[in-house]
């Protein structure tokens, strides 16, 4: 297992549910893969530097996760099809 940085810009307009929606099922598909979520922190709606699909805001998301390498790819499949995600980064923890 190796550790893993989430961060993740979701859609302005999005309710705490949705959100909140969102965030659960990222978490579950870190879990289904035999990972694990060390911690969230949501850092709020902030303002970007330039325009994503149309969206001059977004909320963004951190998170903290344990994950096989292998594990990687079909998870960055899965955070581009979700629509509630506008940019997602994956960055390995040394």
């Keep these: ?3 893993y940085e989430l961060v993740c810009i979701l859609h302005p307009d999005l309710d705490e549910t949705a959100f909140n929606d969102a965030v ?3 978490k579950g598909w870190i879990n289904a ?3 694990s979520v060390e911690s969230v922190d949501n850092w709020g709606r902030r ?3 330039y325009m994503i699909r149309k969206q001059l805001e977004g909320q963004y998301i951190l998170l903290n996760a344990n994950m096989l390498p292998s594990a990687t790819a079909e998870l ?3 955070l581009r099809l979700l629509e509630t995600v506008m ?3 994956l960055v390995l923890v040394n």
């Design 76 to 78: 960055e499949r899965k």
């Design 47 to 49: 303002k970007m530097a």
């Design 24 to 26: 659960d099922k990222i």
């Design 87 to 89: 940019r997602h980064m």
């Design 1 to 3: 297992m190796r550790k």
């Design 33 to 35: 893969s035999e990972g």
